[in-house]
């Protein structure tokens, strides 16, 4: 058995940034801060690929639910390896927009489930 899946839900605290890569494809990244009642803020950078463009337009402190699978990339920076742990989105969802937060949570759930029950 084997399964990777995330779901985060808290706030952008920086602006969304489109970047294209070498590759040709398209991403933009994010930066989720989630503020627990109890316990430290933590802050989760994330990235989307083939976002849609309304992405870019999302706002600093816009409440957000994010669904993907964590990944840990490795890349050179000068003459050092260094890594970075991510969130890689599936979807991003406004908060506000209640009936597609259920849809990406249901489906997160069912693949949970079909990855633990075969």
């Known amino acids: 058995m084997s399964m990777n899946v995330v779901a985060l839900a808290g706030r952008l605290s920086r602006p969304a940034v489109e970047k294209v890569l070498d590759s040709g494809d398209r991403l933009v990244a994010l930066e989720v801060t989630i503020r627990p009642e109890e316990g430290k803020t933590e802050t989760v950078p994330v990235v989307w ?3 849609p463009a309304s992405a870019a337009a999302l706002d600093v402190e816009q409440p957000v639910v994010v669904v993907g699978r964590v990944r840990r990339r490795f890349f050179r920076a000068g003459e050092r390896t260094q890594s970075r ?4 989105a599936d979807a991003v969802v406004p908060a506000t927009q209640r009936k597609r937060v259920e849809t990406v949570l249901r489906k997160a759930h069912e693949s949970l489930g079909d990855a633990l029950l075969g």
């Open 49 to 51: 690929f083939g976002a």
């Open 85 to 88: 742990t991510e969130v890689v």
